[in-house]
Nanobody, 124 residues
């Protein structure tokens, strides 16, 4: 299967910046969309940003102009640069990756995997 490992969360003051990374590993044939989601305590998991295989991006309205999603296809890694952080950005951030992985020499299957989550805390 495919595993995702996230890094980069932490505690930062309002107005500060953090950069999250999520690296995918396994018998990957192709990665399509990569994205970041977040879940605050007592709330549902919401999309933050998505980047397609072609590099097109979409952002939640609440983060537009402050967050930037990018990807390094050679490293199977997606990044989230978060600037001008606000206390309301506090949440556990999860990466999500979908694509194809190799099951055997003549069989590929679709996958969609989640990272383990990384805590981002923004103090006021």
């Amino acid at each position: 299967q495919v595993q995702l490992v996230e890094s980069g969360g932490g505690l930062v003051q309002a107005g500060g910046s953090l950069r999250l990374s999520c690296a995918a590993s396994g018998n990957i044939v192709r990665i399509n969309a990569m994205g970041w989601y977040r879940q605050a305590p007592g709330k549902q998991r919401d999309v933050v940003a998505i980047i397609t295989s072609g590099g097109s991006t979409n952002y939640a309205d609440s983060v537009k102009g402050r967050f930037t999603i990018s990807r390094d296809n050679a490293k199977n890694t997606v990044y989230l640069q978060m600037n001008s952080l606000k206390p309301e950005d506090t949440a556990v951030y999860y990466c999500n990756v979908e694509g194809l992985y190799r099951v055997s020499w003549n069989e590929n299957k679709r996958f969609q995997s989640w990272g383990q989550g990384t805590q981002v805390t923004v103090s006021s």
